[in-house]
């Protein structure tokens, strides 16, 4: 047997074994895929639902309404509870993160329209990328197996067909990040199902980088200031109730000096309810206590 039969072979083998645990999210706009990790228990990306209920599609057709049990979407996880009927559960790797170079298997059932499997091999660990609202998600497996629109939130598998990512971000041209599957992710989803959704404190507010912030202020006559420039302010939130405004420039935030936005975040996530910003508005230095909710 040749090399390019035993690689057809292992593909197929994979795909018999992992296929039926591999779901579609969706049916018409922002379609992705999904992964049966539990008894009615639907793993996917939190990108993928839209509102409460979303579509899940099993690999023999059969449709069914999900409701999202709970959903982290700074570390783009959501958990769906759904009838998973005679769906098996994927097996997850034992073990620590998988090592470069080691072949894997990437699933998908993009919105229900069918299957795809595709092979290729860990490229990079240790990656790190922006979540759906700019959070950095750390600790990211790099592959190479290529995927369609619609996959992420299908599975990246071992030759065993254990779980070892779930896909999450493309990256540049032909290669992919998957959020491993390791002791973290199995927490987040027991916790997500039981439907203790994950929240982070937010300010509520769209911000421009620093770098730009310094160029945008000289443009004004303003003396340059390192910070993040606040573009925008949501309406009704902490950073609108505090009276942040656009314009705003945030020097401080919890007590440390805002250099970027991983700076903020980490204030944030640091802060007890109530976080104390330092912000320049035009030249004037101001003190602005805002009460944080999740």
Request: charged share 20%.
């Amino acid at each position: 047997m040749g090399a390019l039969d035993g690689i057809q072979e292992e593909i197929q083998r994979v795909a018999e074994q992992v296929s039926k645990a591999v779901v579609g999210i969706g049916q018409r706009w922002g379609v992705g895929s999904g992964i049966v990790v539990g008894k009615d228990q639907v793993l996917t990306n939190a990108h993928n639902v839209r509102g409460d209920e979303v579509d899940v599609t099993f690999l023999d057709g059969r449709t069914a309404t999900g409701r999202v049990a709970g959903a982290d979407i700074d570390g783009d996880v959501a958990v769906i509870s759904v009838e998973t009927s005679d769906a098996p559960v994927i097996e997850w790797a034992a073990g620590g993160p998988p090592q470069l170079g080691l072949p894997v298997f990437a699933l998908a059932n993009p919105g229900g329209r069918g299957l795809r499997v595709t092979l290729g091999f860990i490229t990079g660990v240790e990656r790190s990328f922006r979540g759906p609202r700019g959070h950095r998600i750390t600790g990211s497996v790099e592959h190479d197996a290529p995927l369609l629109p619609g996959s992420s939130g299908g599975p990246i598998v071992d030759a065993e067909g254990r779980l070892l990512g779930l896909n999450t971000n493309r990256l540049g041209e032909g290669f992919y990040l998957a959020i491993p599957a390791d002791e973290a992710l199995r927490g987040q989803v027991d916790t997500l199902g039981r439907g203790e959704s994950t929240d982070r404190a937010r300010l509520g507010i769209g911000v421009v980088p620093a770098h730009v912030a310094r160029r945008m202020r000289r443009a004004v006559g303003l003396p340059a200031a390192d910070g993040l420039l606040v573009r925008m302010v949501e309406d009704d939130s902490p950073a609108s109730r505090a009276g942040l405004a656009e314009g705003d420039l945030i020097v401080v935030a919890g007590g440390k000096p805002v250099g970027g936005i991983d700076d903020l975040y980490e204030a944030l996530g640091a802060a007890a309810g109530t976080i104390q910003l330092i912000i320049l508005r035009g030249s004037d230095e101001r003190a602005v206590d805002v009460q944080l909710t999740s």
